[in-house]
């Protein structure tokens, strides 16, 4: 189907410009809107406001702009039908042959902090799944275009048949329009829906990223969906698996909760050491000295690029992945020399999903996502004694990195770095124990430090444990029934510690 007139009409212009030269290029008319039309102009281009096609202007703030029958008609007529091509000529309907439409972002506008009702109201898009639905039900004349990713294979089949699509290339983009506009109506559902006590529904539409080698046991079928590529490239080495993914997920969850420079190393989705310093192969020796055995197989991650110093040192041990914004050249060489070593660039740190979801017996399970920790300014001492600025520091560090250990969780760190980790015991007395042995096995003193627990003590067991291997300070959420009485033990041991009011379980 050759195209002759097109509609563009878009928030997103990546790409735009460059896409209607190309339309240009092969004679097609370019009807547009808005800052759409502005932008095309601005360029050079020649465009054909929507309201001067459909002789009615723009109005309502723009509500009504794209809603007439001159446009609904031109794409929904079927060129194959006498009938239809009569009454479309009647009217005045000319055909509409390619579609160039993306939404307003309304999900970015409500996992802003502060978003109003009426700003979410005001970025629910009427006009634009109109006309992509209207485009996308005729595919078979009509080509619909609603991600900039495909403009150069709508270009390329326009120049190989002579300014033509193909039926194939029109129905996997038709297929893409369902797709997103099930997920945009998804998003809006889902935010009103939260608003209402009841009778509400909760939906998840991605589309598909990749299909994996397997899942979590190479007897389960598993596939990736959603724009996990948008966020990590992978610059060397094999094709992810469906572990990684999930120890990527969480290493760079954990990396987010660091401004200053870190490296951290996680096992099974778990930390198994962090540490931070301006020198990052220092950074990498305090996190490694955490726990000597445990990184073998894991992933590395480091919120600055990787030096060659640090390649060195990382390239000592096996990993499975290695993650950052960037590798300078001398790393990249010194890494790439491992055929199987994943390295991952994380082109942007992304915003925590708004929702967390994981399956149950029939059905979902949905929560808020557990925001970064930040500082600490609204936690409260509970001691007599308060922390001196150094076990404060410690108790951040500990804090930030608890989080996103498996409850039960006990953390013991320095100001700059982890010393012994307890991840996962039924009881918490126990994770300390554990933590304490492992810092033992890897030589670090534990004199000086502070305990961090994710959860409340629920007896003074665990905090008379923690004391007794060498912590002066302990940072928990607090709320036990027997409060007082872990406050009254950390006094008789001299023990500052801090209530932060939030809990931090991770299943």
């Given amino acids: 189907m050759k195209i002759r007139r097109s509609l563009l009409s878009v928030t997103d212009k990546t790409g735009l410009v ?6 240009a290029g092969h004679g097609v008319e370019i009807l547009s809107t808005g800052g759409t039309a502005a932008a095309l102009r601005e360029a050079g281009l020649a465009v054909i406001d929507v309201s001067t096609h459909t002789g009615f202007p723009e109005m309502l703030d723009g509500r009504v702009k794209t809603l007439h029958p001159l446009i609904h008609g031109g794409l929904l007529f079927r060129r194959d039908l006498p009938e239809h091509v009569a009454q479309a000529a009647a009217h005045g309907i000319a055909p509409i042959d390619l579609v160039v439409v993306n939404l307003y972002a309304f999900e970015k506008t409500v996992s802003r902090d502060g978003v109003t009702r009426g700003e979410a109201i005001e ?3 009427i006009g634009g799944p109109s006309m992509l639905r209207s485009a ?24 190989e048949h002579a300014g033509a699509t193909t039926v194939e290339l029109r129905r996997r983009l038709a297929a893409k329009v369902f797709d997103v506009t099930a997920r945009y109506d998804g998003a809006i559902a889902g935010y009103l829906g939260r608003e209402q006590s009841a009778g509400t529904s909760f939906r998840l539409s991605h589309p598909l990223a990749a299909s994996l080698r397997y899942g979590e046991n190479p007897h389960q079928q598993a596939e990736l969906y959603g724009k996990f590529s948008d966020y990590l490239e992978q610059l060397h080495g094999k094709e992810l698996s469906y572990n990684n993914i999930l120890d990527i997920t969480a290493a760079v969850d954990l990396i987010s909760e660091f401004t200053e420079p870190t490296v951290a190393i996680l096992k099974h989705t778990n930390p198994c050491g962090v540490g931070s310093d301006e020198d990052l192969a220092v950074a990498w020796e305090k996190a490694l000295a955490t726990d000597r055995q445990a990184p073998f197989g894991g992933i590395i991650i480091s919120n600055r690029p990787v030096t060659e110093l640090l390649a060195r040192a990382v390239a000592e041990i096996f990993s499975e992945v290695i993650i950052a914004p960037d590798f300078v050249p001398a790393a990249l060489e010194i890494l790439q020399k491992k055929k199987n070593l994943r390295l991952m660039k994380l082109r942007a740190r992304p915003e925590p999903a708004a929702r967390d979801v994981r399956s149950v017996i029939g059905g979902l399970l949905v929560q808020d996502h557990d925001p970064a920790v930040g500082d600490l300014s609204g936690a409260r001492v509970v001691t007599g004694r308060a922390p001196t600025p150094e076990e404060k520091r410690s108790m951040e560090f500990g804090w930030k990195v608890v989080k996103h250990v498996k409850s039960n969780a006990i953390v013991f760190a320095g100001p700059d770095r982890t010393l012994g980790i307890g991840a996962g015991q039924m009881s918490r007395v126990d994770s300390v124990r554990i933590a304490v042995w492992k810092a033992g096995e890897a ?10 627990s994710d959860a409340f003590f629920p007896f003074p067991d665990g905090l008379v444990a923690a004391a007794a291997a060498g912590a002066t300070a302990a940072i928990q959420p607090g709320g036990s029934v027997r409060d007082d009485e872990v406050i009254r033990a950390a006094d008789e041991r001299d023990l500052a510690m801090i209530f932060t009011g939030k809990r931090h379980f991770r299943h």
């Fill in 18 to 23: 460059d896409f209607a030269r190309g339309l």
């Fill in 123 to 125: 970025n629910i898009d």
């Fill in 136 to 159: 996308a039900k005729n595919h078979e004349a009509v080509t619909v275009v609603c991600d900039p990713g495909d403009y150069a294979e709508v270009l390329r089949e326009m120049s």
């Fill in 443 to 452: 030589g670090l003193p534990l004199a000086g430090c502070a305990v961090a």
